[in-house]
Every structure is written in C-alpha cells, then in structure tokens.
C-alpha cells in the first residue's frame, strides 16, 4: 500500500542523500519524492511517497527520525491529506490537431504554457490519477518529453506541521498524525 511520509529535516548539505540511502537500504522503492524549503529557511519538508505495509513504514519512519539532521517523521493519512503533483507535458502538435490538443488540457483544467510551430506545452497540477489520466490521452497525439515533481502533501484542516526550535517539539496547534 502507498504510504505518504512527511519529513521535517535541517537544511543542510547531503541530509536529502542521507534520507533517500537509508530508505533504499531498508528495501523500499520511493515511488515519489519531492523536497523544499518551509517557511522557515533553516528547515526543509521532503515528503516521500512509499509502498509498504503498517509495520515496515514504521521501521522506516523509526530509522528515520535517528538521523541526527531529521526533526519529525510523519505518515499522513492519504485519506486526511491534501496531495497534489505538478507535471510539465510536451506534445506533439500540428496546426490541425492543435484545437483537440487545447481542449483536452481545457477539460483537466491544465494550462498551455507554450506553443511552438510542432509542440504544445501543457502543464497539469493534481492528483497522481489526473495526471496520469491527462497523459494517457496526451499519448494519442504524440508525448514528446514529460517532467514530474512528484507528490506534495498536507493535511486538510487547522492544523500545521511545524517545528519550534526553541522547545524542540512542535507548535502547540499542530495536529498529530
């Protein structure tokens, strides 16, 4: 079963290798990983996507949370979170076939970014079945490249994932998941 992990870890050089090693070492293939900076300059979010079952992300998560740049370790519930994907596809495109390729990025409310004399830019933000459903019909036109970012996640509600340097735990209104 694909499992969403949030990881609150330093922003320091190699932490993202470090993680990503520890992972392929325990067996489990990322299906998806994406990594940025939070609000906080000093700390950056990776959020993987893994299959597993319950007790192996929960060794992960465990073996995770002693390497000493990470700060939390969180399995969101897929459920409760709010996931999306970003994808830039680039199609095939001739002046006939154009219109057909405009109104299918039309109908999964993506946006043409570019349009070039033999290609169409299309980017699509949503669900990992969106943007796959978008790339199988792409594909009748001719996909000429296609560029992921792979899942990003955050629960749905009041609550946040933050980390409080100063007590070394999180805020009081973060929700635990």
Not at 14 to 29: D, E, H, M, Q, S
Not at 46 to 74: C, F, M, P, R
Not at 154 to 168: I, K, L, Q
Request: without cysteine; charged residues 25%.
């Amino acid at each position: 079963m694909k499992r969403i992990l949030a990881v609150l870890v330093e922003n320091h050089l190699g932490v993202l290798t470090r993680v990503a090693g520890l992972i392929r070492r325990r067996g489990f293939n990322i299906e998806s990983l994406a990594v940025g900076v939070t609000d906080s300059p000093e700390i950056s979010r990776i959020t993987l996507v893994v299959d597993g079952d319950e007790l192996q992300v929960e060794q992960v998560s465990k073996q995770l949370a002693k390497l000493i740049e990470v700060l939390q370790v969180l399995e969101l519930d897929a459920a409760n979170a709010v996931a999306r994907e970003l994808a830039l596809v680039k199609v095939q495109s001739d002046p006939v076939r154009r219109p057909q390729i405009l109104q299918l990025a039309q109908v999964f409310r993506a946006n043409v970014v570019d349009v070039g004399t033999h290609s169409v830019t299309i980017e699509v933000t949503g669900t990992h079945d969106k943007v796959e459903a978008l790339l199988n019909l792409a594909r009748e036109f001719g996909v000429q490249e296609v560029v992921r970012t792979g899942v990003i996640a955050m629960e749905r509600g009041p609550g946040a994932v933050r980390f409080d340097r100063e007590d070394n735990m999180y805020d009081q209104n973060v929700l635990r998941v």
